[in-house]
């Protein structure tokens, strides 16, 4: 419950949190500076994860805005380059502005479950 933007103490422990937070950075890590190696660190942290924890489910959230974000980007920056030609500078154009945007997108999202993870949260309140 909040009250005027004040959160309750969470019910989890700082344990739990922190590795929620792990997770979460992990996500942001995948989109930014680490592809690849921090997915795998995310499926690894998914399957050793309890269910109904804030640490399963900020891996869960990780492992599928990572998917989303890698389906949006690759595939319809494929079907634009497929569709407009390769030698065409407006597909470029196209390709760049849309993948430069989606992607900081991704970014700002975890961005936003990496804070709620650290304050114990889920990404939206139920």
Not at 42 to 47: A, F, G, H, M
Request: aromatic residues 14%; glycine residues 6%; without cysteine.
């Amino acid at each position: 419950m909040q009250i005027l933007g004040i959160n309750k103490t969470s019910p989890f422990t700082d344990k739990q949190i922190k590795q929620a937070s792990h997770n979460a950075l992990a996500s942001l890590l995948n989109l930014t500076f680490l592809p690849g190696l921090a997915f795998i660190y995310l499926l690894i942290k998914l399957s050793k994860a309890e269910p109904q924890k804030i640490e399963h489910y900020h891996a869960r959230l990780g492992v599928k805005l990572n998917l989303i974000a890698a389906v949006s980007l690759f595939i319809m920056s494929g079907l634009m380059i497929f569709l407009g030609g390769f030698d065409s500078a407006w597909t470029w154009a196209y390709v760049i502005t849309y993948f430069t945007f989606v992607h900081t997108v991704f970014i700002l999202i975890a961005v936003w479950a990496m804070i709620r993870a650290w304050s114990g949260q889920e990404l939206l309140d139920n």
